[in-house]
């Protein structure tokens, strides 16, 4: 059984799974493996105000986290790449760690509301040209606002019809 849609931290936003949660719950439920991404990577929380500057945490930051996290539980943990598209940029050195790490990082995961961006905006497009280069799944989270609306996916899947999308929740 595997689970791809976890998240590890959020404690910004009122969200806490630890990794020792995430463990437990996989062994209460039977779950073999999980593909997990770390919620400290929101940049707004629910109320869609921007989180305070001490309460961000870099994207590079949550990577490593989620990077550390697989590597301590091979063949159990796998990640899930959660950008930051609002207020940082796809660098170099996060694309070499994704480069670097492509054997645990499995998925580019997005939050268009904690992010405050829509999908389709021109933001996206350097993650979702890195998840093409590196064939990684784009996990969505969708919903019934315009940000993350599943129309916004379906804009960028006809832009983008090499890669592969998850839309979680449907909207």
């Known amino acids: 059984m595997i689970d791809t849609h976890v998240h590890i931290g959020g404690e910004a936003d009122g969200f806490t799974m630890n990794e020792e949660m995430v463990l437990y719950s ?16 929101v940049e707004y929380g629910q ?6 500057k001490e309460k961000q945490i870099s994207q590079k ?7 550390t996290f697989c590597r301590s539980n091979p ?6 790449f959660w950008c930051k598209p609002h207020h940082e940029i796809l660098t170099e050195e996060i694309e070499k760690m994704i480069a670097d790490n492509r054997d645990v990082i499995v998925a580019l995961k997005v939050h268009p509301c904690l992010s405050n961006l829509s999908f ?4 996206m497009h350097p993650y979702l040209q ?18 993350d609306s599943p129309m916004r996916v379906y804009e960028m899947a006809c832009h983008y019809p ?4 998850v839309m979680a929740h449907m909207g």
């Open 26 to 41: 996989m062994e209460k439920y039977n779950i073999d493996i999980s593909i997990v991404s770390n919620g400290d990577s």
């Open 47 to 52: 109320d869609r105000k921007i989180l305070p």
């Open 61 to 67: 930051q949550t990577l490593e986290r989620i990077i």
């Open 75 to 80: 063949g159990r943990i796998y990640g899930g």
């Open 120 to 123: 389709s905006d021109e933001k």
């Open 130 to 147: 890195l998840a093409e280069k590196y064939n990684l799944p784009v996990i969505v989270h969708t919903a019934e606002t315009e940000v």
């Open 162 to 165: 090499n890669l592969k999308f």
